[in-house]
Nanobody
Framework: QVQLVESGGGLVQAGGSLRLSCAVSGRTFNNYAMGWFRQAPGKEREFVAAINWRSDTYYAGSVKGRFTISRDNAKNTVYLQMNSLKPEDAAVYYC?????????????WGQGTQVTVSS
């Protein structure tokens, strides 16, 4: 059974930083792509960043240059370093995993972690 567990969310002032973590169990972590999505109240869930099995990375335009996705295969964990946070970055952030080494539609999801950015 694949499980994704996020952590690291919280309250931060605009301009601050947070690092989200997603620990994965139940599968061979390094064989699959991982990603982050977010959903703000009243909005649809949107793509934030992804990393494939070779550590190629992909970013939404709104976070490029501010957020960095990375993975530690030894720890079965993917990270999202978020810098220069803006109030519009506030959302529930979800970790996701694909059934393939390359990035694509996720199959597995975490429960989400709240990020709040005060202005």
């Amino acid at each position: 059974q694949v499980q994704l567990v996020e952590s690291g969310g919280g309250l931060v002032q605009a301009g601050g930083s947070l690092r989200l973590s997603c620990a994965v169990s139940g599968r061979t972590f390094n064989n699959y792509a991982m990603g982050w999505f977010r959903q703000a109240p009243g909005k649809e869930r949107e793509f934030v960043a992804a990393i494939n099995w070779r550590s190629d990375t992909y970013y939404a335009g709104s976070v490029k240059g501010r957020f960095t996705i990375s993975r530690d295969n030894a720890k079965n964990t993917v990270y999202l370093q978020m810098n220069s946070l803006k109030p519009e970055d506030a959302a529930v952030y979800y970790c996701a995993s694909t059934p393939t080494p390359s990035w694509g539609p996720p199959r597995y999801w975490g429960q989400g972690t709240q990020v709040t950015v005060s202005s």
